[in-house]
C-alpha cells in the first residue's frame, strides 16, 4: 500500500525536490501552503508529515503536538542565510528528534534517507557527527564553525595541539578536520595522538599548499581527504557528509558482521541441539529418496519399525507399508505442490498381525542437491478411538446445536419485537399520561381565571372540578398499573393465596364496573355455577384481573350491548369466559394483546387506552399459575378465556409475606 506524505511548505524549491523523489519511489504526495493547513484537520493520519523552512512555529505546533517525532521530517534552509537559518532553529528546537534534509543533500541521499524513514519506527532519528575543528587563524576558525553549527553539527574548536588533546579527554570526537600546519604542530600529529585515545575517529586535513602533505604518509596514519584552502562552504559540508556516510557504512557493516558472527554460532548451537532432538524424539522420523529408499531414521522411527541400524541398509520406505499406503504415497510424491508437502493416513503391518494406524506429515527438502523426504510418524491409534466415539457423539451434538441455535432465534426474534412494541408503547404511554394531565391543568387554570375575575358560579366550578377529578383517577389508574407492572417484573408484588369462592370475587368486580356499564347502557350477565367454585388465589389480585377485563369489554362494546361471563369447573381448574359483542380482536393480533408494551391497532386507532391493563392480567395468571387467552366470537366481538388451578403448587412459587 502506498505511504501517504503531507508537504507543509512556505514556497521553497528544496520542498518541491523532495516531493518529485517521493514520488518516483511510489507515495502518494500531497503538497500544501502552511496558510491552508486549518482544512488538513487529520493531518495525523499521514505516514509522514514534511515541514519546510520559513514555515511559522505558531500555526505548526498543535500539529506537532500530535505527530511522534519518528513521523516528521523538516527541510533546512542555506546556512548563508541567518534569517531563514535562525527561524528554522526555533522550529528544530520543538523537535529535536526529527530528521533533518539539508540542501547540499545529493538526490541520491534524500532518496535513501526517505526510504530509510519510511520503513522505521518512531524512534528513528539521523545520527550526526561530533567534529574537533583545529585551526590557529581565528577569523578562519569561526567562519568553519558557523557553517558546520548552521548545518545543526556539533563542533568544537581548538588552535592548538595542547588544546585539541584537552578537549578530547572529555569528549568522544567522530571527525578530526585539522589545518595542516599549526606552527608548533601539524594535523597529522594531533591525528596521531587524538587516535591513541579515541581509535574509532576520522581526519579531514586542508591546506594551501598541497605539495606539502605527503599523501602517502597521510593515508597511512588514515587521513581521508585533504581540502585546498580557502574552504568553500559547500565543499567542506559534503566532504563532511561523504565522510560520515563512510563510516556510518563501516560501522553499520562492523555490527553486521559481529551480528552474522553471532548468528553462526547460534546455528552452530541450534543445530548440534537439533541433532539431539532429532535422535532422541519420541516421534519416528524417516529421510528417504523419492523412490522410497531409506537415507537415514532416528532411534524411535527404529523403535516402530522393530529394526536396528544396520537393518536400515538397503531399505525402502515401501517394504514396511500396506499396499494402499504405498499406492497413495507415490501419487502424492508425484503430485507435489508448490508447498511441497503433503499428510497422509497410513497402515503399518505388524508380525503379529493386524496394522497400526499412523499418520505421515511429509515434506520435501534438499539433500546433498538432491530432491528428498522427510516424514515424521504418528502413531494414532488413540486418536482413531476417539473419532469412533466422537463420530457418534456427532450427530446427538449436531442435533442439540440446531435445536439450541432455533431456541436462541426465537429469542431474538422475541426480544426485537419486545424492543419494538416497548417503543410504540412507550410513544403512545406518553400521550395516554399528558392527555389527562393537559386535562388537569386546563380544568385548573379555567377555575383560577374564574376566582380571579370574581365568578364564583357554583356549577361552573363543579364542572371543572369533576373534570379534574376524572382525569385525576384516569392518570391514578395508569401510574397504578405502571407500578404493579415494575413490582411483577423484579418479583415484589404482594402474592397472598387463600382458598375464595370465585362466583363471590366475580359479582365484587361487575359491582365496580357497574357505573360505566350504566354510562354506557350495557348489561352484564353473570348466570350463577351450579355448585361453588373454591379456588387458591390472591382476592385482590383477581378482582383487578377481572376488572381490567370487564373494563378493556366494556371499551370496546357498543351502548346496548349485552356482557357475559360464564363460571365453570371440572375439578381440576376453574374456567372464566368473558364474551363481549364489541369490535373484535385482528387475527394476527390475538396472540399478542396480553404483551408488555403491546397493543391492539383497534386500541391505536381511537378506542385509547396503553395496554398495560392487559399486560397486567396475563402477569397475574401467571402468579396463580394459569392460563388466559383470547378469540374473535362468529358472531361478533372477543371472549377472553381465563383458566385457573383449584390449588397452587407453592412449592414451585416465590410467596412474598
Known sequence: M???????????????????????????????????????????????????????????????????HGRLLLLAPKTENTEQLTAFAGLNKIVPDATVVYPFFSNKEITSLL???????????????????????QNRLDNMKSNLIGAHIKTLTASSLNDALTIAKSNKIDILISDFSLGE?????????????????????????????????????????????????????????????????????????????????????????????????????????????????????????????????????FDFLDNDSIAGIKEKISTLNSNRQFSYDLRLPIKSGGTVPLFGSFNEIDHHGEI???????????????????????????????????????????????????????????????????????????GLDKLEAGDFAREKLLKYLSRIECSGDRLLSLLNNLLDLSKLDVGKFPFNPRPHNLESIIKTSIDDVSGTAMEKHINIIFPAPDSPVIVQCDEEQINQLLRNVLGNALKFSE???????????????????????????????????FTKFV?????????????????????????HQGQISACNNTNGGATVHIKLPLEINLDEHLVDE
Open 2 to 68: 502506498a505511504r501517504k506524505i503531507l508537504i507543509i511548505d512556505s514556497s521553497t524549491i528544496i520542498a518541491m525536490r523532495v516531493k518529485v523523489l517521493l514520488e518516483l519511489i511510489g507515495c502518494n504526495v500531497e503538497l500544501i501552503h502552511f496558510s491552508m493547513l486549518e482544512m488538513f484537520t487529520h493531518a495525523e493520519n499521514y505516514d509522514l508529515v514534511v515541514i519546510a523552512h520559513g514555515v511559522p512555529v505558531a500555526p505548526i505546533k498543535p500539529l506537532i503536538d500530535k505527530l511522534s
Open 115 to 137: 526510504e530509510s524513514l519510511l520503513e522505521l519506527d518512531s524512534n528513528h532519528m539521523m545520527q550526526l557527527p561530533t567534529i574537533l575543528l583545529v585551526d590557529h587563524i
Open 185 to 317: 604542530a601539524t594535523g597529522l600529529q594531533i591525528f596521531s595522538k587524538l587516535k591513541v585515545s579515541q581509535p574509532n575517529a576520522r581526519c579531514l586535513l586542508f591546506t594551501s599548499r598541497p605539495d606539502q602533505v605527503s599523501m602517502i604518509e597521510a593515508i597511512r596514519q588514515g587521513v581521508e581527504d585533504v581540502l585546498i584552502k580557502p574552504l568553500n562552504e559547500n565543499i567542506l559540508l559534503q566532504s563532511v557528509h561523504k565522510l560520515w556516510q563512510t563510516e556510518l557504512l563501516k560501522r553499520r557493516n562492523a555490527e553486521l558482521v559481529e551480528r552474522l558472527q553471532e548468528t553462526v554460532d547460534a546455528l552452530i548451537e541450534k543445530d548440534s541441539l537439533l541433532q539431539v532432538i532429532y535422535k532422541h524424539t519420541p516421534d519416528a522420523i524417516m529421510l528417504f529418496k523419492r523412490n522410497g529408499q531409506i537415507i537415514e531414521a532416528n532411534d524411535a522411527c527404529l523403535r516402530l519399525l522393530d529394526l536396528p541400524f544396520s537393518g536400515l541398509s538397503g531399505k525402502s520406505l
Open 372 to 446: 528428498a523426504l522427510a516424514v515424521i510418524f504418528k502413531n494414532v491409534t488413540h486418536l482413531k478411538q476417539k473419532e469412533e466415539l466422537l463420530q457418534e457423539a456427532k450427530g446427538l451434538l449436531e442435533e442439540e446445536v440446531k435445536a439450541r441455535t432455533s431456541q436462541l432465534e426465537h429469542a431474538k426474534n422475541v426480544a426485537e419485537a419486545a424492543n419494538l412494541s416497548k417503543s410504540d408503547f412507550l410513544a403512545n404511554m406518553s400521550h395516554e399520561l399528558r392527555t389527562p394531565m393537559h386535562s388537569i391543568l386546563s380544568f385548573a387554570r379555567f
Open 559 to 593: 351502548p346496548k350491548s349485552n356482557i357475559t361471563l360464564k363460571l365453570a369447573s371440572d375439578g381440576q381448574f376453574a374456567d372464566i369466559e368473558v364474551i363481549d359483542s364489541g369490535i373484535g380482536i385482528p387475527e394476527d393480533e390475538l396472540d399478542h394483546i
Open 599 to 623: 397493543q391492539s391497532s383497534k386500541t391505536n386507532s381511537g378506542a385509547g387506552g396503553t395496554g398495560l391493563g392487559l399486560a397486567l392480567c396475563r402477569e397475574f395468571v401467571s402468579l
